[in-house]
Protein backbone atom coordinates (compact mmCIF):
# COMPACT_ATOMS: atom_id res chain seq x y z
CA UNK A 1 0.00 0.00 0.00
CA UNK A 2 2.97 2.40 0.75
CA UNK A 3 4.22 1.72 -3.14
CA UNK A 4 2.08 4.82 -4.30
CA UNK A 5 4.45 7.15 -1.57
CA UNK A 6 7.66 5.26 -2.35
CA UNK A 7 7.45 5.95 -6.45
CA UNK A 8 6.57 9.54 -5.91
CA UNK A 9 9.67 9.88 -2.88
CA UNK A 10 11.90 8.57 -6.12
CA UNK A 11 10.76 11.07 -8.60
CA UNK A 12 11.33 13.77 -6.27
CA UNK A 13 15.19 12.45 -5.66
CA UNK A 14 15.73 11.78 -9.57
CA UNK A 15 14.34 15.75 -10.08
CA UNK A 16 16.66 16.92 -7.16
CA UNK A 17 13.30 17.83 -5.39
CA UNK A 18 13.72 16.03 -2.49
CA UNK A 19 13.84 17.43 1.12
CA UNK A 20 15.08 16.29 4.37
CA UNK A 21 15.13 17.72 8.12
CA UNK A 22 18.96 18.61 8.83
CA UNK A 23 20.30 18.21 11.79
CA UNK A 24 22.20 21.05 13.27
CA UNK A 25 24.61 21.12 16.35
CA UNK A 26 24.40 24.72 16.95
CA UNK A 27 23.51 28.39 16.16
CA UNK A 28 24.44 31.68 17.62
CA UNK A 29 23.66 35.11 15.93
CA UNK A 30 25.77 34.42 12.52
CA UNK A 31 26.98 31.08 12.69
CA UNK A 32 25.33 27.90 12.01
CA UNK A 33 27.17 24.17 13.18
CA UNK A 34 26.40 21.40 10.69
CA UNK A 35 28.54 18.49 10.21
CA UNK A 36 31.09 19.69 12.57
CA UNK A 37 31.32 22.41 10.38
CA UNK A 38 30.87 26.38 11.58
CA UNK A 39 29.37 27.58 8.96
CA UNK A 40 27.82 31.65 8.05
CA UNK A 41 24.53 31.02 7.83
CA UNK A 42 22.67 33.15 5.36
CA UNK A 43 19.26 31.24 5.01
CA UNK A 44 17.77 32.35 8.44
CA UNK A 45 15.33 34.73 9.35
CA UNK A 46 17.08 35.90 12.39
CA UNK A 47 17.76 39.39 10.86
CA UNK A 48 18.33 41.40 13.90
CA UNK A 49 20.59 38.36 15.26
CA UNK A 50 18.81 38.22 18.41
CA UNK A 51 17.60 34.35 17.81
CA UNK A 52 20.62 32.27 19.85
CA UNK A 53 21.95 35.49 21.64
CA UNK A 54 23.23 33.74 24.70
CA UNK A 55 23.37 37.64 26.30
CA UNK A 56 19.61 38.53 25.38
CA UNK A 57 18.34 35.13 26.84
CA UNK A 58 19.90 35.56 29.72
CA UNK A 59 19.12 38.88 30.53
CA UNK A 60 15.80 37.67 29.64
CA UNK A 61 15.54 35.61 31.91
CA UNK A 62 16.99 37.62 34.71
CA UNK A 63 13.72 39.67 33.96
CA UNK A 64 11.46 36.95 33.71
CA UNK A 65 11.92 35.00 36.72
CA UNK A 66 9.61 32.63 37.13
CA UNK A 67 6.68 34.99 36.66
CA UNK A 68 6.13 33.07 33.50
CA UNK A 69 4.95 28.99 32.73
CA UNK A 70 6.22 27.47 29.78
CA UNK A 71 2.64 26.12 28.97
CA UNK A 72 -0.74 27.52 28.15
CA UNK A 73 -2.46 24.40 28.12
CA UNK A 74 -5.78 25.94 26.66
CA UNK A 75 -7.10 27.76 24.13
CA UNK A 76 -7.42 31.48 23.99
CA UNK A 77 -10.83 31.74 24.54
CA UNK A 78 -10.80 28.87 26.98
CA UNK A 79 -8.31 29.06 29.79
CA UNK A 80 -5.43 30.32 27.88
CA UNK A 81 -5.26 34.24 27.97
CA UNK A 82 -3.63 35.79 30.69
CA UNK A 83 -2.62 39.63 31.62
CA UNK A 84 0.74 39.48 28.99
CA UNK A 85 -1.07 38.33 26.48
CA UNK A 86 -3.67 41.49 26.67
CA UNK A 87 -0.57 43.48 27.30
CA UNK A 88 1.24 42.36 24.08
CA UNK A 89 -1.77 42.58 22.20
CA UNK A 90 -2.14 46.65 23.18
CA UNK A 91 1.36 46.81 22.69
CA UNK A 92 1.35 46.41 19.03
CA UNK A 93 -2.15 47.92 19.12
CA UNK A 94 -0.29 51.66 20.58
CA UNK A 95 2.51 51.22 18.16
CA UNK A 96 0.42 51.04 15.09
CA UNK A 97 -2.46 53.58 16.15
CA UNK A 98 -4.50 50.80 15.66
CA UNK A 99 -7.76 49.76 17.75
CA UNK A 100 -7.25 46.26 18.37
CA UNK A 101 -4.86 43.29 17.93
CA UNK A 102 -4.40 39.41 18.02
CA UNK A 103 -2.37 37.34 18.59
CA UNK A 104 -2.06 34.28 16.63
CA UNK A 105 0.06 31.00 17.10
CA UNK A 106 2.19 31.52 13.50
CA UNK A 107 2.11 33.34 10.66
CA UNK A 108 0.67 30.71 9.13
CA UNK A 109 -1.86 30.42 11.74
CA UNK A 110 -2.64 34.16 11.32
CA UNK A 111 -2.79 33.97 7.38
CA UNK A 112 -5.01 30.67 7.16
CA UNK A 113 -7.28 32.07 9.74
CA UNK A 114 -7.79 35.30 7.84
CA UNK A 115 -8.17 35.11 4.57
CA UNK A 116 -10.21 31.94 5.37
CA UNK A 117 -12.70 33.69 7.31
CA UNK A 118 -12.69 37.27 6.51
CA UNK A 119 -15.25 36.81 3.37
CA UNK A 120 -17.35 34.51 2.80
CA UNK A 121 -19.71 32.90 0.12
CA UNK A 122 -20.48 36.41 -2.67
CA UNK A 123 -17.22 38.03 -1.66
CA UNK A 124 -14.28 38.27 -3.44
CA UNK A 125 -10.16 38.64 -2.83
CA UNK A 126 -7.58 40.05 -4.70
CA UNK A 127 -3.75 38.32 -4.26
CA UNK A 128 -0.89 39.43 -5.86
CA UNK A 129 0.17 35.88 -7.30
CA UNK A 130 4.18 35.71 -5.43
CA UNK A 131 1.76 36.11 -2.11
CA UNK A 132 3.03 33.37 0.63
CA UNK A 133 1.66 29.73 0.62
CA UNK A 134 -0.24 30.45 3.82
CA UNK A 135 -2.20 33.61 2.14
CA UNK A 136 -3.18 31.11 -0.62
CA UNK A 137 -3.96 28.21 1.80
CA UNK A 138 -6.18 30.18 3.38
CA UNK A 139 -8.25 31.69 0.48
CA UNK A 140 -8.75 28.31 -0.72
CA UNK A 141 -10.66 27.57 2.57
CA UNK A 142 -12.72 30.17 1.95
CA UNK A 143 -16.30 30.25 0.43
CA UNK A 144 -15.68 33.56 -1.92
CA UNK A 145 -13.71 34.01 -5.18
CA UNK A 146 -10.46 34.59 -5.45
CA UNK A 147 -7.91 36.26 -8.25
CA UNK A 148 -4.62 36.09 -7.96
CA UNK A 149 -3.29 38.75 -10.37
CA UNK A 150 0.49 39.19 -11.99
CA UNK A 151 3.11 39.99 -9.00
CA UNK A 152 3.18 43.66 -8.46
CA UNK A 153 1.07 44.12 -11.53
CA UNK A 154 -1.04 47.45 -10.50
CA UNK A 155 -2.47 47.94 -13.96
CA UNK A 156 -3.29 44.45 -13.85
CA UNK A 157 -5.09 44.28 -10.38
CA UNK A 158 -6.95 47.69 -12.17
CA UNK A 159 -8.10 45.63 -15.03
CA UNK A 160 -9.17 42.69 -12.35
CA UNK A 161 -10.95 44.98 -10.54
CA UNK A 162 -12.99 46.94 -13.18
CA UNK A 163 -14.50 43.58 -14.70
CA UNK A 164 -15.01 41.55 -11.29
CA UNK A 165 -15.19 44.02 -8.14
CA UNK A 166 -19.36 44.95 -9.16
CA UNK A 167 -19.90 41.30 -9.43
CA UNK A 168 -19.18 40.77 -5.26
CA UNK A 169 -20.25 42.37 -2.10
CA UNK A 170 -17.49 42.29 0.18
CA UNK A 171 -13.61 42.83 -1.40
CA UNK A 172 -10.35 42.52 -0.20
CA UNK A 173 -6.61 43.10 -1.55
CA UNK A 174 -4.08 40.98 0.12
CA UNK A 175 -0.50 41.27 -0.33
CA UNK A 176 3.00 40.97 1.38
CA UNK A 177 4.96 43.98 1.95
CA UNK A 178 8.18 42.63 1.75
CA UNK A 179 8.21 39.09 -0.69
CA UNK A 180 9.76 36.60 1.43
CA UNK A 181 11.10 34.69 -1.83
CA UNK A 182 12.03 37.90 -4.08
CA UNK A 183 12.61 40.79 -1.77
CA UNK A 184 11.68 43.31 -3.64
CA UNK A 185 8.39 45.66 -2.16
CA UNK A 186 4.81 46.15 -3.34
CA UNK A 187 3.60 49.39 -4.39
CA UNK A 188 1.70 49.94 -1.29
CA UNK A 189 0.70 53.60 -2.15
CA UNK A 190 -1.12 52.40 -5.48
CA UNK A 191 -2.28 49.42 -3.23
CA UNK A 192 -4.26 51.92 -1.14
CA UNK A 193 -5.01 54.20 -3.89
CA UNK A 194 -7.07 51.24 -5.78
CA UNK A 195 -7.96 49.79 -2.41
CA UNK A 196 -10.07 53.48 -1.61
CA UNK A 197 -11.15 53.63 -5.88
CA UNK A 198 -13.05 50.19 -5.50
CA UNK A 199 -14.41 50.18 -2.28
CA UNK A 200 -12.05 47.36 -1.21
CA UNK A 201 -10.41 46.02 2.55
CA UNK A 202 -6.68 46.32 1.99
CA UNK A 203 -4.67 43.15 4.18
CA UNK A 204 -0.73 43.77 4.12
CA UNK A 205 1.60 41.08 5.44
CA UNK A 206 4.69 42.62 7.06
CA UNK A 207 6.42 39.35 8.22
CA UNK A 208 9.92 40.23 6.75
CA UNK A 209 9.45 43.72 7.06
CA UNK A 210 8.11 44.30 11.26
CA UNK A 211 11.23 44.92 13.18
CA UNK A 212 13.50 45.69 10.09
CA UNK A 213 11.85 49.04 8.62
CA UNK A 214 10.89 51.92 9.50
CA UNK A 215 12.04 54.33 12.57
CA UNK A 216 10.56 52.36 15.18
CA UNK A 217 10.62 48.45 13.21
CA UNK A 218 6.96 48.61 12.01
CA UNK A 219 7.34 47.93 8.99
CA UNK A 220 7.21 49.16 5.41
CA UNK A 221 3.55 51.07 5.98
CA UNK A 222 5.91 53.51 8.51
CA UNK A 223 8.39 53.93 6.24
CA UNK A 224 5.95 55.21 3.81
CA UNK A 225 3.72 56.75 6.42
CA UNK A 226 0.40 55.02 5.31
CA UNK A 227 0.19 52.40 8.23
CA UNK A 228 -3.07 54.32 9.25
CA UNK A 229 -4.61 53.63 5.33
CA UNK A 230 -4.16 49.71 5.77
CA UNK A 231 -7.30 47.74 7.55
CA UNK A 232 -5.03 44.96 8.90
CA UNK A 233 -1.92 44.28 9.24
CA UNK A 234 -0.09 41.31 10.07
CA UNK A 235 3.16 40.91 11.59
CA UNK A 236 5.35 37.95 12.86
CA UNK A 237 7.80 37.47 16.19
CA UNK A 238 9.18 34.26 14.82
CA UNK A 239 11.49 36.42 12.44
CA UNK A 240 13.03 39.65 13.59
CA UNK A 241 11.42 39.33 17.27
CA UNK A 242 13.57 35.93 17.37
CA UNK A 243 10.18 34.74 19.33
CA UNK A 244 7.48 32.70 18.52
CA UNK A 245 4.04 33.92 17.16
CA UNK A 246 2.18 36.79 15.03
CA UNK A 247 -0.12 39.38 15.00
CA UNK A 248 -3.11 41.05 13.32
CA UNK A 249 -3.54 44.82 14.27
CA UNK A 250 -6.71 47.00 12.88
CA UNK A 251 -9.54 48.36 14.06
CA UNK A 252 -12.26 46.83 16.77
CA UNK A 253 -14.95 45.34 14.42
CA UNK A 254 -12.96 42.83 12.49
CA UNK A 255 -10.22 41.99 15.06
CA UNK A 256 -13.62 41.13 16.95
CA UNK A 257 -14.73 39.57 13.89
CA UNK A 258 -11.52 36.98 14.25
CA UNK A 259 -11.78 36.30 17.33
CA UNK A 260 -15.19 34.48 16.89
CA UNK A 261 -14.37 32.91 12.79
CA UNK A 262 -10.61 32.61 12.51
CA UNK A 263 -10.74 28.87 13.15
CA UNK A 264 -6.59 28.56 13.33
CA UNK A 265 -7.24 30.88 16.45
CA UNK A 266 -9.94 29.10 17.98
CA UNK A 267 -9.06 25.56 18.50
CA UNK A 268 -5.57 26.59 18.83
CA UNK A 269 -3.64 26.11 22.56
CA UNK A 270 -2.28 29.70 23.28
CA UNK A 271 1.56 30.08 22.89
CA UNK A 272 3.24 29.67 26.10
CA UNK A 273 2.98 32.62 28.44
CA UNK A 274 6.83 32.44 28.16
CA UNK A 275 6.96 33.01 24.69
CA UNK A 276 4.55 36.07 24.65
CA UNK A 277 6.40 38.22 27.66
CA UNK A 278 9.56 37.10 25.54
CA UNK A 279 8.31 38.87 22.49
CA UNK A 280 7.00 41.92 24.49
CA UNK A 281 10.55 42.11 25.81
CA UNK A 282 12.36 42.32 23.01
CA UNK A 283 9.49 45.01 21.34
CA UNK A 284 9.95 47.40 24.37
CA UNK A 285 13.84 46.63 25.73
CA UNK A 286 15.64 45.49 22.47
CA UNK A 287 14.59 46.68 18.96
CA UNK A 288 14.25 50.59 19.74
CA UNK A 289 18.22 50.42 19.80
CA UNK A 290 18.58 48.32 16.50
CA UNK A 291 17.57 51.12 13.74
CA UNK A 292 21.56 52.00 13.15
CA UNK A 293 22.45 48.70 12.54
CA UNK A 294 19.00 48.04 10.42
CA UNK A 295 19.70 50.93 7.87
CA UNK A 296 23.01 49.89 7.13
CA UNK A 297 22.03 45.83 6.45
CA UNK A 298 19.48 47.34 4.15
CA UNK A 299 22.01 49.38 2.45
CA UNK A 300 24.27 46.00 1.83
CA UNK A 301 21.05 44.24 0.39
CA UNK A 302 20.55 47.36 -1.90
CA UNK A 303 24.14 47.34 -2.96
CA UNK A 304 23.11 43.40 -4.12
CA UNK A 305 20.67 45.03 -6.17
CA UNK A 306 17.91 44.02 -3.76
CA UNK A 307 14.67 46.52 -2.26
CA UNK A 308 15.43 44.78 1.14
CA UNK A 309 17.52 42.32 3.10
CA UNK A 310 16.36 39.17 1.23
CA UNK A 311 18.04 38.65 -2.13
CA UNK A 312 17.36 36.28 -4.81
CA UNK A 313 19.99 34.49 -6.81
CA UNK A 314 17.82 32.89 -9.39
CA UNK A 315 19.27 30.09 -10.75
CA UNK A 316 16.96 28.29 -13.19
CA UNK A 317 17.15 24.18 -12.57
CA UNK A 318 16.47 22.02 -9.12
CA UNK A 319 20.01 20.71 -9.97
CA UNK A 320 22.08 23.64 -10.51
CA UNK A 321 20.79 25.08 -7.27
CA UNK A 322 21.51 22.12 -5.20
CA UNK A 323 25.00 21.95 -6.73
CA UNK A 324 25.63 25.93 -6.36
CA UNK A 325 24.99 25.59 -2.25
CA UNK A 326 27.39 22.26 -2.22
CA UNK A 327 29.61 25.11 -3.71
CA UNK A 328 29.00 27.68 -1.16
CA UNK A 329 28.81 24.62 2.04
CA UNK A 330 32.79 23.53 0.61
CA UNK A 331 33.74 27.55 1.26
CA UNK A 332 32.34 28.04 4.34
CA UNK A 333 28.66 29.31 4.10
CA UNK A 334 25.25 27.38 4.98
CA UNK A 335 22.63 28.06 2.21
CA UNK A 336 19.47 26.30 0.93
CA UNK A 337 17.98 25.90 -2.59
CA UNK A 338 14.61 27.19 -2.70
CA UNK A 339 12.73 25.06 -5.35
CA UNK A 340 9.12 24.69 -6.21
CA UNK A 341 6.41 24.73 -5.24
CA UNK A 342 7.92 27.51 -2.85
CA UNK A 343 8.97 29.32 -6.28
CA UNK A 344 7.62 28.56 -9.69
CA UNK A 345 8.50 26.35 -11.81
CA UNK A 346 12.20 27.03 -13.09
CA UNK A 347 12.77 29.86 -10.86
CA UNK A 348 14.68 27.57 -8.44
CA UNK A 349 16.89 29.62 -6.28
CA UNK A 350 19.76 30.32 -3.59
CA UNK A 351 17.59 32.95 -1.12
CA UNK A 352 20.47 34.98 0.62
CA UNK A 353 18.85 36.44 3.90
CA UNK A 354 20.89 39.34 5.51
CA UNK A 355 21.49 39.77 9.21
CA UNK A 356 22.90 41.98 10.95
CA UNK A 357 25.60 40.28 11.87
CA UNK A 358 26.46 39.51 7.84
CA UNK A 359 29.21 41.90 6.72
CA UNK A 360 29.12 43.45 3.17
CA UNK A 361 32.32 41.70 2.12
CA UNK A 362 30.87 38.49 3.08
CA UNK A 363 28.27 38.95 1.46
CA UNK A 364 29.84 39.21 -2.02
CA UNK A 365 32.24 36.54 -1.72
CA UNK A 366 28.78 34.28 -1.31
CA UNK A 367 27.12 36.12 -4.27
CA UNK A 368 30.78 35.87 -6.32
CA UNK A 369 30.98 31.89 -5.46
CA UNK A 370 27.39 31.46 -5.91
CA UNK A 371 27.93 32.95 -9.91
CA UNK A 372 31.39 30.91 -10.37
CA UNK A 373 29.66 28.13 -9.80
CA UNK A 374 26.70 28.56 -12.72
Not at 31 to 48: D, T
Not at 234 to 257: H, L
Amino acid sequence: MFEYYIENLEILKENSHFRNIKNFSGKDEKYIYFNNKKLINLSSNNYLGFADNKQITEEFLEFAGDKYSFGSASARLLTGTLPVYKELEKLISDLFHKESTLLFNSGYHANVGINSSLTSKGDVIFSDKLNHASIIDGMRLSESKFFRYPHNNMQALEKLLIRERKNFKNAVIVSESVFSMDGDIADIQKLVELKEKYNCMLILDEAHAFGVFGQNGLGVTETLGLTDKIDLIIGTFGKSIASMGAFATGNKPMIDYLINKARSFIFSTALPPVNIAFSKWIIENKLPYTFNKRMNMLKIGQKAGSQSHIIPLIIGENKEAVDICEILYNNGYFTLPIRPPTVPEGTSRIRISLTTEINEKELFDAISLAKQGR
